[in-house]
C-alpha cells in the first residue's frame, strides 16, 4: 500500500502528535515534504506556499484544514475544482482579537499611545495628550461575525453604543442597529471608532480608499484587523496628512512585512503592529480541539 501523509506546517507537542497516529494509524506525520512526499499527502493542517504548486498539482490531496478563520488566500478556485475539502479554525483566535481591539481603544482614549512615544525622548506632556471618556462612544464593526459580537459585548461594557456592517444588513445580538455593506458611507460619518474585521472578498479589495475616508469624521479612530488589501494605503496616508481622520491603528497592511520606507512608521497618528492581533495563547490545545475531532 502505498504512504499517506498528514502534513503539518509547523511544528506540535509530542502528545497530538500521538493522537493523530491513533487516530489514523496507516499515515505518517510529517512536517516537512521531500519531493517524493508531495504525491502522498492527503491531509494538510495549514498551508505552505512552498509546497503550494506541487500539491495542487497532486490528485492525492483531499483535506485541508486552514489554521486561520479566514481563507480568503487560499487557492479556492482550485480546491473547488478538484473536490478538496476545506475546514478552517473559526473561533480560535476571537477573544484574542477582541482584546487586541478594546486595547486599542483603551489606548487611545487614554493617550497611552502618545505617552510612550513622550518617554522615548523624555518629554513630559502634562495635559497636553488626547483623552476621551469611552461611555456614549458610537463604534462601528464592520463584520459582525464571531469576533465583531465578542468586540460588541465587551464594548457595551464601558458604555460604548455598537453598530454594525455586515453584507445585507441583517439584525445581530448585541448591535443597536445594523447596516447593510453598501450603506457604509451613509452612516460612517456619525461613528466615532471604526473596526474593520472583514474578510477579504471582491466587494471587500479596497473598501477603504479615498472616497470611503472623506465620508469619516475627523476625530475618528480606525482599526484594521481584518485584511490589509481591504485598505489603500496610500489614500489612508493621505487622508491621516489631511486630518480627514484622526488616528490609525492597524495590524494587516497591503504587503507585509511593511516596508521601511512606508510613511506610516513615522506618523505620530498611527499605532503599528505586525499582525498580532490573532495571537493566541493556548493555541495548539484550541486549534486540536477543532482538527482532531472533524
Not at 31 to 48: C, K, M, Q, R
Not at 56 to 75: C, F
Not at 252 to 277: G, Q, R, Y
Amino acid at each position: 500500500m502505498a504512504e499517506k501523509i498528514i502534513y503539518l506546517d509547523r511544528e506540535f507537542r509530542p502528545e497530538f502528535i500521538d493522537e493523530m497516529n491513533q487516530l489514523a494509524p496507516d499515515y505518517t506525520v510529517k512536517t516537512e515534504l521531500e519531493s517524493a512526499d508531495i504525491p502522498h499527502v492527503e491531509i494538510s493542517l495549514g498551508w505552505n506556499r512552498k509546497y503550494e504548486k506541487d500539491l495542487l498539482a497532486s490528485d492525492h490531496l483531499k483535506w485541508v484544514h486552514s489554521i486561520s478563520a479566514g481563507v480568503d488566500a487560499l487557492p479556492l478556485t482550485t480546491f473547488s475544482e478538484k473536490g478538496i475539502l476545506l475546514s478552517n479554525g473559526s473561533g480560535i483566535h476571537s477573544q484574542s482579537i477582541a482584546e487586541h481591539i478594546m486595547g486599542v481603544i483603551l489606548g487611545y482614549s487614554r493617550g497611552l499611545f502618545q505617552a510612550q512615544k513622550a518617554q522615548l525622548n523624555k518629554k513630559w506632556l502634562g495635559t497636553a495628550v488626547h483623552y476621551q471618556a469611552l461611555e456614549k462612544q458610537k463604534l462601528l464593526i464592520v463584520g459582525t461575525g464571531k469576533i465583531g459580537k465578542l468586540v460588541a459585548q465587551k464594548a457595551d461594557n464601558f458604555g460604548i453604543s455598537c453598530y454594525g456592517i455586515n453584507t445585507t444588513g441583517h439584525p445581530v445580538d448585541g448591535f443597536i442597529q445594523t447596516y447593510p455593506l453598501k450603506e457604509l458611507k451613509q452612516i460612517i460619518s456619525q461613528m466615532d471608532i471604526v473596526v474593520n474585521i472583514l474578510p477579504l472578498t471582491e466587494q471587500t479589495k479596497g473598501l477603504y480608499n479615498e472616497r470611503l475616508f472623506e465620508h469619516f469624521a475627523t476625530h475618528t479612530l480606525f482599526i484594521n484587523v481584518g485584511r490589509g488589501d481591504s485598505v489603500k494605503t496610500i489614500d489612508l496616508i493621505q487622508a491621516l496628512d489631511e486630518g480627514k481622520l484622526a488616528f490609525a491603528a492597524l495590524d494587516v497592511f497591503e504587503e507585509e512585512p511593511l516596508p521601511k520606507e512606508s510613511p506610516l512608521w513615522e506618523m505620530d497618528n498611527v499605532l503599528l503592529t505586525s499582525h498580532i492581533a490573532g495571537l493566541t495563547p493556548d493555541f495548539q490545545n484550541k486549534l486540536m480541539a477543532i482538527f482532531l475531532k472533524i
